[in-house]
């Protein structure tokens, strides 16, 4: 309905990605992941979400340059 | 408070970026909503795999995240049956049979069916239901979000605003109801879905790490299995009882669920699985706004992909909890409530367990999110049936099509005052909740019989229809009111009647058998009315809402693997598979 709702997403999930990514870099020595099993949590959901969401920014840009395309051609 | 956690602002930061995330979407709808039908049915515009995880999304409100994880603690892996059995079956015929007279029709709405395929009153009982329903229900979602973030957010505070004493739980509940106020007031039907898409896969993302580092944490499936079939034990089942879903349903004392094969398929896997996915317009509201015919069938089937795996996140975080608790030397134990577990606070604590902050901002934020659509998703519903089901029918039929626009944003800010005064009312009546529940079990049982016969069989009439639904209803009362669950302690749970004629060995049983025996008496009586009445529609003003009376939808002109055909025969095989495996 007019918003492509892949863009919010893309959006959130890669400025969320980011921050967790960045937080986990700079807490790596934390006991605090004793809970986590000793693996750095907040730094590999950060890169998957970072991920995911350039993802979806990417299917929205193509789908984007898809749908000029086809314009383009029904106005040959 | 012993069980609230120690955020830092990190995780503070997250919540606020989704709220703003949130009302941005609501905003950047807002220049879209010119008409009622762009308002309350999304303009029917929106494609399949939004609709479809938005029709997943809304029933997978953070009540389920919860309650699906206290089951799996306390009934093991036989909670899957409310997916694999529940649902899956239920959404495939949705999407192959029904879909074309939900939206081949001109109907708005489910009760908007009901009026153009039987009569007024038929309509009218489906639609007040409905709408008490669904107020309650985001009420309910209220309330426990406004709980549950009283327990776990560390701020203690007390306000005193315009002469009201406002505690935490009122600000939380005064903020999430304002700010679905906003978004839904704002973008409509398409803020609603738009949102339950982002919170799907926030619950997706947020999730997951929590499970794998759990089932790391109890060794792998393999330890997890060694673990319950401690818990079974001890719990006088055989060892493997809270790790199969089939093996032990033969009869209802030898699984934790307490229901034999018959009741649970039967009961579970056809009449109220049917009967909500097949009619309630909460979900059905979803496919009704995608953009097309084939994307409205695919919406169910695309949602039940994810709703497939789902269990994988929900059920197993219960089923790890409850082997870690047995497990004296975890140092993890689910704290108790009476006699047994509270089973309720499995996703609180396994949270508080396993996730720094950080990813804790994201779970909790995550929950939240479940909860704030579950309110929108019901609020909208509600718009909808309200405007123009209840309204439009009954009040004032003549308006233009802004003047029911702006009825619909109106509803908005009525249903989310009317959510506050029922989150409140759940609040100091705690069992109030569970009566209204009961009532709505009730007026659920019957309900396929009506709608199976309606599109099934043309002769079936409007008498026949609204007394069926009507007599099922208070079988499904009478019903509960003449049997007990094993155990029971209170009239909630049934025997009003006076006289206790049967008693079942579990609740579940009970709402099973209730359904059954609801859905078989709907389903004679509406037959047999039929026959005693005389069909007042003619095959004209019946075509597109009965199968003999409808085109079959062909899709030649799409291959074969991208119709919705193919696509239930993949989804069916899946879910036969995943029983196999875990049977």
Not at chain 2, 98 to 104: K, L, N, S
Not at chain 2, 187 to 210: D, H, K, R
Not at chain 2, 363 to 386: E, P, R, Y
Not at chain 2, 397 to 420: A, F, M, N, P, R
């Amino acid at each position: 309905m007019g918003l492509d709702i892949k863009i919010p997403i893309g959006l959130i999930f890669s400025i969320l990605g980011i921050m967790l990514f960045i937080f986990g870099l700079a807490t790596g020595s934390d006991p605090m992941y004793h809970k986590s099993l000793n693996i750095n949590i907040n730094l590999w959901t950060g890169a998957f979400m970072l991920i995911f969401g350039l993802f979806m920014l990417t299917l929205s840009a193509l789908g984007k340059k898809k749908e000029k395309k086809a314009k383009k051609t029904t106005e040959e | 408070m012993e069980h609230s956690f120690s955020l830092g602002w990190i995780d503070y930061s997250i919540i606020i970026i989704y709220f703003a995330f949130v009302l941005g979407i609501g905003w950047a709808l807002k220049k879209f909503m010119k008409s009622s039908k762009a308002f309350l049915e999304a303009g029917r515009s929106l494609p399949a795999w939004v609709t479809g995880l938005a029709f997943i999304s809304a029933n997978l409100g953070a009540l389920e995240v919860i309650g699906m994880a206290a089951s799996g603690a306390k009934y093991g892996a036989t909670t899957v049956h409310f997916y694999w059995l529940g649902a899956i079956p239920a959404m495939i015929f949705l999407a192959i049979f029904m879909m074309p007279f939900y939206y081949g029709s001109k109907a708005r709405s489910v009760p908007e069916y009901l009026k153009l395929r039987f009569d007024e009153k038929t309509r009218g009982f489906n639609a007040f239901s409905f709408a008490l329903m669904t107020v309650f229900s985001s009420g309910i979602s209220m309330y426990a979000l406004a709980l549950l973030a009283q327990t776990i957010l560390p701020f203690q505070f007390e306000l005193n605003m315009l002469g009201w004493h406002m505690t935490p739980f009122d600000v939380y509940l005064i903020i999430s109801a304002l700010v679905v106020l906003i978004y839904t007031y704002l973008g409509g039907l398409s803020s609603a879905i738009y949102n339950e898409v982002l919170q799907f896969f926030l619950i997706v993302i947020g999730f997951t790490p929590l499970v794998i580092l759990a089932l790391i944490h109890i060794g792998g499936w393999e330890g997890l299995k060694t673990q319950l079939d401690v818990v079974a034990t001890s719990n006088g089942f055989q060892p493997g009882a809270w790790t199969h879903t089939w093996k032990f349903m033969g009869h209802a004392s030898t699984n934790p669920m307490g229901v034999e094969w018959f009741g649970l398929i039967m009961g579970l896997g056809f009449v109220l699985s049917f009967g909500y996915w097949g009619t309630n317009f909460l979900v059905v509201q979803r496919a009704m706004a995608a953009g097309n015919m084939t994307a409205a069938r695919k919406t169910p089937l695309i949602g039940a992909i994810p709703k497939m795996f789902i269990p994988f996140l929900v059920i197993l975080p219960g089923m790890i909890a409850i082997a870690l608790t047995m497990d004296p030397g975890s140092g993890f134990s689910l704290p108790l409530k009476g006699d047994s577990y509270n089973y309720d606070t499995v996703i609180p604590m396994m949270l508080k367990t396993y996730y720094p902050i950080g990813v804790l901002g994201l779970g909790i934020t995550a929950l939240f999110a479940s909860f704030m659509s579950g309110m929108a998703g019901n609020v909208t519903a509600f718009n909808t049936v309200w405007t123009y089901d209840i309204y439009q029918s009954y009040i004032y039929s003549k308006g233009s099509d802004e003047h029911y626009l702006k009825v619909g944003q109106w509803t908005t800010v009525v249903g989310i005052l009317l959510s506050i005064l029922t989150a409140y009312v759940a609040r100091v009546f705690n069992n109030v909740m569970d009566f209204l529940q009961l009532i709505f079990a009730f007026i659920n049982a019957p309900l396929f019989a009506t709608f199976l016969l309606g599109m099934f069989w043309k002769r079936t009439t409007g008498h026949a229809a609204f007394y069926g639904l009507l007599s099922g209803t208070g079988v499904a009362a009478i019903h509960h009111g003449l049997t007990q669950p094993a155990g029971a302690t209170s009239l909630v749970k049934g025997g009003w009647l006076g006289t206790v004629l049967h008693t079942y060995p579990s609740e579940m049983a009970q709402n099973f058998w209730t359904a059954i025996f609801a859905f078989s008496l709907a389903l004679i009586l509406t037959i047999i009315i039929t026959l005693l009445t005389e069909q007042k529609k003619t095959e004209q003003e019946l075509k597109g809402l009965v199968y003999s009376l409808t085109p079959r939808i062909t899709n030649k002109d799409i291959p074969f693997v991208r119709r919705p055909e193919f696509m239930a025969i993949a989804v069916g095989a899946i879910a036969i598979i995943l029983t196999i495996i875990f049977w």
